[in-house]
């Protein structure tokens, strides 16, 4: 029964109530156009809410996706960051690296000494080039003393 | 399996090495006798690259880096108009090594203006205010105005029907315009724009009538206005016959001040080194003449001087804002 | 005027000359390459130098950087669908479908071909028509800021592919959070939900890298075999002739993307994103075939390449006549312009008229360098597309890191990319295009300026109907909304005959 234009229209309309409140304190200057905003898309995701529950045979929206594969990338992208915060970019993109060449590889023929070679040296290149070239010093995380 | 393992362990050695190396740079540092500064200086730009505050600092970086002995990186943190940047720079490590250039109104008007800036102004700890921007008052060349006078007569004579260009609000240009009000009893319609140059776009289309503008787009632009005012407290120099508000009666300054700081609670020998080092720059004849020759005034205040510089123009500004706020309720 | 001219060659004819010029391409082309690093940024890390070298390396270098930075954002959104810097929204449109079709080196030889037109006819409109174009630039005020940003918003129509509805919503999300951080006009703190570092509001650059990006990484690999795997670049001889002959015999495609592009740059405030958005929605219009577009049509691509280079050109038109910077690189320009005592401005043409026509030769000569490098390098950036997904994806995130980091240098930056990117897939398999969202993100705080600054310029005058409808330029745009709004309608009538003849037939 819930297809993927309901729901998502569904959510559409309750970030627009959120950011409504939110917003309901502005000035008159500074609330007039986000005001407008929100309530055209509100107007729009209710159309297309009205209109999903007439229209039927939605196809569904993760259709062939494998979970397997997806939730440990998205579950390695998260920590990635996390990881950045605490251990700094150059040793967290390593291991991000690391992991996610071994995890991903389908042919097996990759091998543990391989991907963590090729992550090092992708991440030095990188940092170097990055700290050194375009100046934009990369962090070193909490734990080293960012 | 073993692969696996190999793998795991592989990476959990990295990490140990990783770890020791780090811990052995923090070993370092932690000698108690001052020599300061023995590493990388990191010289934060709360604004983007190529703006004024951005420029500046990428002038003091080479002789900063001779002065110091050590690398000076710049690194441009922007947005929220500068508050980013000091509210990063409040809660960093008081070592020395992480400097933000800091902008006065600025730094004393956001937490006055919003309910959570990310810093109080009395956090932000001043190294040396090294430029001056005094604001100035113009109108358009056709403009009936020829003096302040005019202009004021005219802002009280039709409330709020002369437009009045300007960047931000809360910013300088906008407090400029209600010290202006609250001086004379003029009242103008502030149309604020993002940032000078679209402030200044505005005024050259004749979108606005007149227009605050910081002295170096004074200068540069003086051939298309008729400056009434400047914010200087003497005549400023690269515009010597533009009338400071001042001379026309008018008790008050207007200016954009810009220098650097430190997170609160840091070493005053520190804060002595880099004071001396900024000073030293900031009175070099070469760059005051290239900061006149782009329309700016060179200043020279240290730590101290600059800590109550800012006190007075926030109890200066504080009161002209609840008085505002108060009229508007 | 012509001894300048000669002093110009000459100046740019010098090895040393040349030789930083073309560094600055080549630089200017890798940093634009990799998501996240802009023009501005590069740009910045000569500055310093700048201020001990001679003006004119120094302006061609910089130059030099700006032209080859544009064209390099297209690399990225060819090969992995994200916009190396906002110029190349458009280009990721069709620019990777051809990729996916294994012809990311026609994409490539397209885009490099079509910048360094688009770039020369850019460079030579600022070289002969800055004076009448600027005072066009001056009557762009709040009104018409407005109605601009009321046509770019039209533009959602081409950009929704699938469903208008959903188009729709998509840029009105995109306009809302446009809205998150310190309030334009009233400097309120607007949607921050109590958190301080979001006073900043959404960096352009990292939700586009978000929305973009990530997205892709995930589709890239939530099939064991995924269709990317069947992604191959195999080298064909002949290609880079047959596009190129291809192109020219579409000169009007060329010269419609290249005007608009400069138009759109003489314009302050309004950047290549917008000119490559406006023209590729142009070129859609305007095609006999436009259900090809999105599926990898070389038209898009080029629209959108041709456009963004020649908006480099328009951008300097404000800056070098009226000293106004229309585009952040243009402020460096300013800068640099400014220490070596040069005032933009009509007297810049007379006081220095060799430095500033060696600048302005210079620009045409860097866009020439670029589309060579651009076009000798097509095949073997072509390759970087082989590698196999267990490398790809991971490396790919890895630079979406870096880029969203290197923006601000701001690890806040980082988490919104991630978060947005998440979001970003969930919307996409929901039927949601980035591109109206990003439509929306760019043009809000345009359209809120202009709206709120001719409120209060209405409220002056006490009128807001004068504000807003009286103004000539402003009329021109609203006619051209309703326009830009209509077409659908009007292309429905011009096609209604054949097709019920085709009706009549079956």
């Known amino acids: 029964m819930l297809n993927k234009d309901i729901i998502s229209a569904a959510i559409i309309l309750i970030i627009s109530g959120i950011f409504w409140s939110e917003g309901s304190g502005l000035s008159e200057m500074g609330g007039f156009f986000p005001r407008i905003i929100i ?108 | 399996m073993k692969k696996i393992k190999v793998f795991a362990s592989i990476l959990s050695l990295l990490l140990i090495v990783g770890v020791f190396a780090g811990c052995a740079q923090n070993g370092e540092e932690g000698k108690d006798e001052f020599n300061y500064p023995t590493k990388t200086i990191k010289y934060v730009v709360p604004f983007n690259p190529g703006g004024q505050s951005d420029l500046e600092a990428r002038r003091q970086q080479k002789p900063l880096e001779e002065k110091l002995g050590v690398n000076v990186v710049i690194e441009n943190k922007p947005g929220g108009g500068g508050a980013v940047g000091w509210s990063e720079l409040v809660r ?68 709020g029907q002369i437009t009045v260009g300007g960047s931000g609000t809360y910013s300088g240009h906008h407090i400029t315009l209600m010290q202006l009000q609250d001086k004379t009893g003029a009242e103008f319609q502030y149309v604020p724009s993002q940032g000078a140059a679209p402030s200044v776009q505005s005024y050259l289309g004749g979108h606005v009538d007149a227009l605050l503008a910081n002295s170096n787009d004074l200068v540069q632009h003086q051939d298309k206005m008729k400056i009434l005012a400047i914010g200087s407290k003497e005549r400023f120099e690269p515009l010597p016959d533009v009338k400071t508000f001042m001379e026309q009666d008018i008790d008050m300054t207007a200016s954009i001040d810009r220098g650097v700081a430190v997170p609160p609670e840091t070493d005053k020998r520190i804060i002595e080194k880099l004071e001396k080092a900024f000073l030293e720059i900031a009175k070099d004849e070469e760059i005051r003449a290239q900061m006149k020759e782009e329309g700016f005034l060179p200043l020279a205040m240290g730590a101290e001087e600059s800590k109550q510089y800012i006190n007075e123009m926030k109890d200066k500004y504080s009161a002209i804002l609840e008085k505002v706020q108060a009229e508007s309720k | 005027m012509p001894a300048d001219f000669i002093a110009a060659l000459s100046n740019i004819a010098q090895p040393t000359n040349f030789l930083i010029m073309a560094i600055g391409v080549g630089f200017g082309i890798i940093v634009g390459a990799l998501p996240g690093l802009t023009a501005t940024m590069a740009m910045a890390l000569l500055v310093p130098f700048t201020f001990t070298m001679d003006a004119v390396p120094a302006l061609m270098g910089l130059g030099g950087i700006y032209v080859g930075a544009i064209y390099g954002g297209c690399i990225a959104a060819i090969l992995v669908n994200t916009p190396g810097t906002p110029s190349a929204i458009a280009t990721t449109f069709d620019g990777f479908p051809l990729t996916k079709k294994g012809k990311a080196e026609h994409a490539l030889v397209t885009a490099a071909f079509s910048s360094a037109v688009g770039g020369v006819i850019g460079a030579v409109v600022l070289l002969l028509l800055s004076p009448p174009l600027a005072s066009i630039a001056l009557k762009f005020g709040p009104p018409e800021y407005f109605w601009l940003s009321i046509f770019g918003l039209t533009i959602i129509a081409t950009l929704a592919s699938g469903s208008m509805l959903k188009g729709l919503i998509g840029g009105g999300i995109g306009l809302l959070l446009s809205q998150i951080g310190i309030a334009p006009l009233g400097g309120e703190m607007r949607f921050t939900f109590g958190l301080y570092q979001l006073q900043a ?133 300013l800068g640099a312009l400014m220490l070596q ?166």
């Open chain 1, 39 to 146: 309530i055209v898309l509100a107007l729009f995701s209710g159309i297309q809410l009205i209109q999903s529950l007439i229209k039927k045979n939605i196809e569904p929206a993760f259709a062939g996706v494998e979970a397997k594969r997806l939730i440990p990338m998205i579950i390695g992208v998260i920590a990635y960051v996390g990881a950045i915060i605490l251990i700094g970019f150059a040793l967290a993109s390593l291991l991000f690296l690391a992991v996610f060449f071994k995890l991903l590889d389908n042919t097996k023929k990759v091998s543990p000494v391989k991907s963590v070679v090729i992550a090092s040296l992708i991440t030095a290149v990188f940092y170097g080039v990055f700290n050194y070239a375009f100046l934009v010093p990369l962090p070193v995380g909490i734990v080293f003393g960012g």
């Open chain 2, 92 to 159: 960093k490590d008081p070592d020395g090594y992480y400097l933000t250039g800091m902008n006065i109104p600025h730094i004393i008007l956001q937490p006055l203006a919003r309910e959570n800036a990310g810093y109080e102004t009395d956090q932000v700890n001043p190294v040396a205010l090294f430029q001056g921007t005094p604001i100035g008052l113009a109108v358009q060349p056709d403009s009936p105005y020829n003096t302040l006078d005019e202009f004021i007569e005219a802002g009280k004579a039709k409330p």
């Open chain 3, 201 to 333: 509001g959404l960096s352009l650059i990292v939700v586009l890298i978000g929305f973009f990006c990530i997205p892709e990484v995930l589709s890239m690999i939530e099939k064991k075999f995924s269709q990317h795997d069947s992604i191959n670049y195999k080298p064909q001889k002949g290609v880079a002739k047959g596009i190129i002959s291809d192109l020219i015999k579409k000169p009007i495609l060329l010269l419609r993307s290249a005007v608009i592009g400069a138009f759109v740059g003489i314009v302050p405030g309004a950047g290549g994103n917008i000119a490559g958005l406006v023209s590729y929605n142009e070129a859609v219009r305007w095609s006999k075939k436009p259900k090809e577009f999105g599926k990898g049509n070389i038209d898009g691509v080029a629209a959108s390449e041709a456009a963004n280079n020649a908006e480099v050109g328009g951008s300097l038109v404000p800056l070098m006549t009226l000293g106004i910077p229309g585009a952040a690189p243009a402020a460096i320009l």
């Open chain 3, 341 to 506: 005592g040069m005032r933009p401005g009509p007297e810049l043409y007379i006081n220095y008229g060799d430095i500033t026509y060696t600048f302005l030769f210079s620009l045409i000569v860097a866009n020439i360098v670029m589309g060579v490098m651009a076009f000798y390098g097509a095949r073997h950036v072509a390759k970087l597309i082989n590698l196999p997904v267990s490398y790809l994806a991971p490396m790919v995130v890895f630079m979406t890191v870096i880029g969203s980091y290197a923006i601000r240098n701001n690890i806040v930056d980082v988490i919104i990319m991630i978060l947005f990117g998440l979001v970003g897939y969930v919307t996409k398999k929901a039927g949601f295009h980035p591109g109206p969202i990003v439509l929306g993100l760019i043009l809000g705080p345009i359209a809120e300026n202009g709206l709120v600054q001719s409120m209060l310029m209405g409220k002056s005058a006490g009128s807001m109907f004068e504000v807003f409808f009286t103004r000539p330029l402003s009329i021109i745009l609203i006619l051209l909304c309703l326009v830009s709004a209509g077409w659908p309608l009007i292309s429905n009538l011009r096609n209604k005959t054949p097709d019920k003849e085709a009706d009549a037939n079956a």
